[in-house]
């Protein structure tokens, strides 16, 4: 046992001890809502074939689902952010609850349409933050051998964008063998491993959804809430 149970340098009123009540939210009532993003505009995308099969998933095991069209959507800052396809884009990830972001693997690394569509959902926008506490999973089709080149960058994105991105992935190597001509996917392994990514993506949305606000209030955002708010009061006076 410690002696000494004083912690050094703490705002006081910012800091507070684990709220366990919040922890246990109750469910909400309307299914979860999750956004897929798909990283190819070919004619025959497999990413785009592989999120349709995500999609088709998630709406089996409850989830309310919207997939985004990245067709017209403009380069990162080549466009205002009143955009049509920029505000659909910003107004989903709102919505959004869980997101499921799927690229192919192009020179080693996620495809640029891939990374424009991330880069175009802020990490903050005034009091609103369109991704964060929000759930992610993650998947990329390759063209050759497995890979987890595309789906390792998406990880580093989705921490950055303040995501709760599951500990399960999706890497479908050779994609052009694993879709009939129909698009849908053939029974595989690499199929199995989609079911498992997507039924771990439900369960931890589920989990998360409720209590999210609280899991991501942070002390440190608190301590700055509160020395903003003191130096407004301060200003007033004067």
């Known amino acids: 046992?410690?002696?000494?149970?004083?912690?050094?340098?703490?705002?006081?009123?910012?800091?507070?001890?684990?709220?366990?009540?919040?922890?246990?939210?109750?469910?909400?009532s309307h299914p979860p809502r999750i956004l897929l993003l798909y990283g190819s505009l070919r004619g025959r995308s497999y990413s785009r074939l592989l999120t349709y099969e995500a999609a088709r998933l998630l709406e089996a095991f409850g989830a309310e689902i919207r997939i985004f069209d990245p067709r017209g959507l403009p380069l990162p800052d080549d466009a205002p952010i009143d955009h049509p396809k920029v505000r659909e884009l910003r107004e989903l990830s709102i919505w959004s609850e869980g997101q499921v972001w799927c690229s192919p693997e192009r020179h080693g690394a996620m495809t640029g349409i891939m990374k424009a569509q991330?880069?175009?959902?802020?990490?903050?926008?005034?009091?609103?933050?369109p991704t964060q506490g929000k759930t992610l999973a993650v998947m990329q089709v390759s063209g050759g051998s497995q890979s987890f080149n595309a789906v390792n960058q998406m990880r580093v994105l989705g921490r950055w964008m303040r995501m709760v991105?599951?500990?399960?992935?999706?890497?479908?190597?050779?994609?052009?063998?694993?879709?009939?001509?129909?698009?849908?996917?053939?029974?595989?392994?690499?199929?199995d491993r989609v079911v498992d990514v997507m039924e771990e993506l439900m369960k931890f949305t589920l989990l998360t959804r409720g209590p999210s606000n609280y899991l991501t209030n942070r002390y440190s955002e608190r301590k700055e809430h509160a020395a903003k708010h003191e130096a407004r009061t301060n200003l007033k006076a004067i």
């Open 165 to 191: 991105t599951i500990p399960n992935q999706s890497s479908v190597a050779k994609a052009y063998q694993e879709f009939d001509e129909a698009g849908r996917m053939r029974p595989s392994s690499f199929y």
């Open 118 to 129: 991330i880069d175009w959902i802020p990490l903050e926008t005034g009091a609103v933050r």
């Open 1 to 28: 046992m410690l002696e000494d149970k004083t912690v050094a340098n703490l705002d006081r009123a910012a800091f507070a001890t684990i709220d366990t009540a919040a922890l246990h939210a109750p469910a909400l």
